[in-house]
């Protein structure tokens, strides 16, 4: 491309310095994209709300993008709008769909609801350390047939998936709830229980078998096909 400098200045000179009208701006491309990592590590904070229990293989994170072409080195170009922006409606992902069961499930153990809905359509209900030192029971939200059970003595994080220790209970209506990183499985296979019925104990703590994709004692539940009652 031509010197701008020397072309404007050789169309100036055409009309003996008066203006011809517009003017020549040169491209120029900013870095190339480039990568940000995101950090994996998870600090462990019982006593904040945000604090992740679960790390992957549940949570699936994109890297940061950054850098494109501008009008200027190093600036993004100038946006002109022309109407008013519409609002950008988040999808949710299609495990969150389904009818919501008002009263239909009971608060499955006892802890601190952390209310952050992640995959599978679930909460986790934490107890800091307590599941070392104390059986935490585990209650059917509702009634139904233990659909599956899954023990594993593993101490491996991806046991089991990452749930470790966990029930799937299979209810009247067809849905499902699962029960994960448990202690211990109080219930088998084929068996029917009320609501309320006490079918495991909470585990979770890091290293303990059973304990799956946890970074401390919780429950993480879980319901399918039906909405999740105890997100925020």
């Given at each position: 491309?031509?010197?701008?400098?020397?072309?404007?200045?050789?169309?100036?000179?055409?009309?003996r310095?008066?203006?011809?009208?517009?003017?020549?701006?040169?491209?120029?491309?900013?870095?190339?994209?480039?990568?940000?990592?995101?950090?994996?590590a998870?600090?462990?904070n019982?006593?904040?709300?945000?604090?992740?229990?679960?790390?992957a293989?549940y949570?699936d994170r994109?890297p940061?993008?950054?850098?494109q072409?501008?009008l200027?080195p190093?600036q993004?170009?100038?946006?002109?709008?022309?109407?008013?922006?519409?609002?950008?409606t988040p999808?949710?992902?299609?495990y969150?769909a389904?009818?919501y069961?008002?009263?239909?499930f009971?608060?499955?153990?006892?802890?601190?609801?952390?209310?952050?809905?992640h995959?599978?359509?679930?909460v986790?209900i934490?107890?800091?350390?307590d599941?070392l030192?104390?059986?935490?029971?585990?209650?059917a939200?509702?009634?139904g047939?233990v659909?599956?059970?899954y023990?594993t003595?593993s101490t491996?994080?991806?046991?089991?998936?990452?749930?470790?220790?966990?029930?799937?209970?299979l209810h009247?209506?067809?849905?499902?709830?699962?029960y994960?990183?448990?202690?211990?499985?109080?219930?088998t296979a084929?068996?029917?229980?009320?609501?309320?019925s006490i079918?495991?104990?909470?585990?979770?703590?890091p290293?303990?078998?059973?304990?799956?994709?946890?970074?401390?004692?919780?429950?993480?539940?879980?319901?399918?096909?039906?909405?999740?009652?105890?997100?925020?």
């Amino acid at each position: 491309m031509a010197n701008p400098t020397v072309l404007i200045n050789g169309l100036t000179g055409l009309d003996r310095g008066t203006t011809i009208g517009g003017e020549v701006t040169e491209i120029v491309s900013a870095s190339p994209l480039q990568s940000i990592s995101v950090a994996s590590a998870v600090e462990i904070n019982d006593n904040a709300a945000d604090t992740d229990l679960e790390s992957a293989p549940y949570d699936d994170r994109d890297p940061l993008i950054t850098g494109q072409d501008s009008l200027l080195p190093n600036q993004n170009p100038i946006t002109i709008l022309t109407s008013e922006p519409k609002p950008v409606t988040p999808i949710a992902p299609a495990y969150t769909a389904g009818p919501y069961l008002d009263g239909y499930f009971i608060f499955p153990t006892i802890g601190y609801n952390r209310g952050k809905l992640h995959y599978y359509n679930a909460v986790d209900i934490s107890r800091g350390d307590d599941c070392l030192s104390e059986n935490i029971p585990v209650y059917a939200a509702a009634s139904g047939v233990v659909s599956a059970t899954y023990p594993t003595e593993s101490t491996s994080r991806y046991a089991n998936s990452g749930y470790g220790n966990n029930i799937l209970l299979l209810h009247p209506n067809s849905f499902l709830t699962r029960y994960a990183h448990l202690k211990n499985i109080l219930v088998t296979a084929g068996q029917y229980v009320n609501q309320g019925s006490i079918i495991a104990f909470m585990g979770g703590y890091p290293g303990n078998p059973g304990s799956g994709n946890s970074t401390g004692c919780h429950l993480h539940f879980e319901v399918r096909g039906a909405k999740q009652p105890f997100a925020w």
